[in-house]
């Protein structure tokens, strides 16, 4: 079902960039129904070792950056709207005490784009990345805000790099999915990346 719900989706939207707009926010919502499932069926945000820079790892996060990243996690897995900015601004804070903080950037970015904060999450997914280059997630997450602002070309670099680094990274796939399924030279492709979205969220069931 998320399969075809999918290429449908993508094959309205196809020719219409998207905005952050009333119309853009549709599309978004319906390109999130299915991503928000696909997400507890890819490997959380917890780097593998190998997938962390070096500078990353020698990088000692300061105790009040740490507290207040720690509690936006928590504060936004409550949900609300409320919730989801203060999170926000905790992480806000703990990224001006330790600017090297790729995590906290890189969830401050998730933040920002469900509040539709696109030009602004994908400046911390950026961050994120410019600390931490070998993270699939970062990767995937700053193709979604491209692609949700309507830059496909960015969006296209930035899922496939996520998927040379993660083959198992659902998200992109679920994204580049979607992508293809608007032109039928490139349905093929479409279905079987939304054919290990599918797999992934069978073997959660």
Sequence with gaps: MILFATALCAHKAHGAPVQAS?????????????LLAVRSATPRRRAPTNTISTATLRHQIPKEARKLYDRARKTAARGTRADVEAAAKDLERAVAIDPLFADAHGILGVRYYSMMRLTEAVAQFRRALNL????????????????????????????????????????AHLLLGAMLATSPDTHLQALQHLGVVEDALGHEK
Excluded: K, M
């Excluded at 853009?24 to 319906?30: D, F, T, W």
């Design 22 to 34: 009333n119309d853009g926010a549709a599309h978004l919502n319906c390109i999130e129904q299915p």
């Design 132 to 171: 931490n280059p070998a993270f699939s997630f970062w990767h995937s997450d700053l193709a979604w805000a491209l692609f949700t602002l309507g830059d496909t070309e960015g969006a296209l670099q930035s899922v496939r790099r996520a998927l040379e680094l993660a083959p198992d990274n659902t998200s």
